[in-house]
C-alpha cells in the first residue's frame, strides 16, 4: 500500500510563499503522474498542477506563473512552491500520484490559509 505524506502548510500572509511536500513510500518512478489538488471551503476540489514521469508540468490558470511544481527522485518526494499567496488560495491541499496501473493514490491533505 502506497503512502503519500504531505507537509509544509500553514498560514502566511498575502503575498508571502510555502512550499508543500509530499513524501511517498515507494519509489516516485512507479508513479506516471504526480500533483497537487485542492478544495477550499464551499467549493469542488481542483486540480492546481501535475508533473508527469516524462518532466513536463501543467497548472491551474488561477496559479500560473506563482507555483512551481517539481520533484526529487533522490528522497521520492514532489515538492509544490507557491509564492505571491492569495486569500483565494487558501485550501485544504492534497498531494496526489497515479501509477502505470491507473490506481489513485492521496495524501491526508494539508491546510494553507492565507490572510489578506
Known amino acids: 500500500q502506497v503512502q503519500l505524506v504531505e507537509s509544509g502548510g500553514g498560514l502566511v500572509q498575502a503575498g508571502g510563499s510555502l512550499r508543500l511536500s509530499c513524501a511517498a513510500s515507494?519509489?516516485?518512478?512507479?508513479?506516471?503522474?504526480m500533483g497537487w489538488y485542492r478544495r477550499a471551503p464551499g467549493k469542488q476540489r481542483e486540480l492546481v498542477a501535475t508533473?508527469?514521469?516524462?518532466?513536463?508540468?501543467n497548472y491551474a490558470d488561477s496559479v500560473k506563473d506563482r507555483f512551481t511544481i517539481s520533484r526529487d527522485n533522490a528522497k521520492n518526494t514532489w515538492l509544490l512552491q507557491m509564492n505571491s499567496l492569495k486569500p483565494e488560495d487558501t485550501a485544504v491541499y492534497y498531494c496526489?500520484?497515479?501509477?502505470?496501473?491507473?490506481?489513485?493514490?492521496w495524501g491526508q491533505g494539508t491546510q494553507v490559509t492565507v490572510s489578506s
Open positions: 496526489y500520484a497515479r501509477n502505470e496501473r491507473f490506481t489513485n493514490f
Open positions: 515507494r519509489s516516485i518512478f512507479s508513479f506516471n503522474v
Open positions: 508533473i508527469v514521469s516524462g518532466g513536463t508540468t
